[in-house]
Nanobody
Framework: QVQLVESGGGLVQAGGSLRLSCAASGSIFSINTMGWYRQAPGKQRDFVATIWRGSTTHYADSVKGRFTISRDNAKNTVYLQMNSLKPEDTAVYYC?????????WGQGTQVTVSS
């Protein structure tokens, strides 16, 4: 079982920055993949970014060059640094960890970008 606790969302003006954090706990070791998804009102949940244990990363085209995903393996924590935020980045952001054949999700953290 994996528990994911997110923090760092909030309200920011367009062009601003936010940093999200997600800490994983439970009967886990050596998590390979950690990532972020987001869901805007009335839309499906979309991929944002993922990072593998060796620090290889992959981003959605919509956030490339603006968002940076990173992780602290010792703390089982993944971060999402979001810069140059746009109103269209407004969504609930979810941490995602595939582990033991299951998909675990955080509770979600709201990010609102005002124009």
């Amino acid at each position: 079982q994996v528990q994911l606790v997110e923090s760092g969302g909030g309200l920011v003006q367009a062009g601003g920055s936010l940093r999200l954090s997600c800490a994983a706990s439970g009967s886990i070791f050596s998590i390979n993949t950690m990532g972020w998804y987001r869901q805007a009102p009335g839309k499906q949940r979309d991929f944002v970014a993922t990072i593998w244990r060796g620090s290889t990363t992959h981003y959605a085209d919509s956030v490339k060059g603006r968002f940076t995903i990173s992780r602290d393996n010792a703390k089982n924590t993944v971060y999402l640094q979001m810069n140059s935020l746009k109103p269209e980045d407004t969504a609930v952001y979810y941490c995602h960890v595939p582990w033991g054949g299951e998909h675990y999700w955080g509770q979600g953290t709201q990010v609102t970008v005002s124009s």
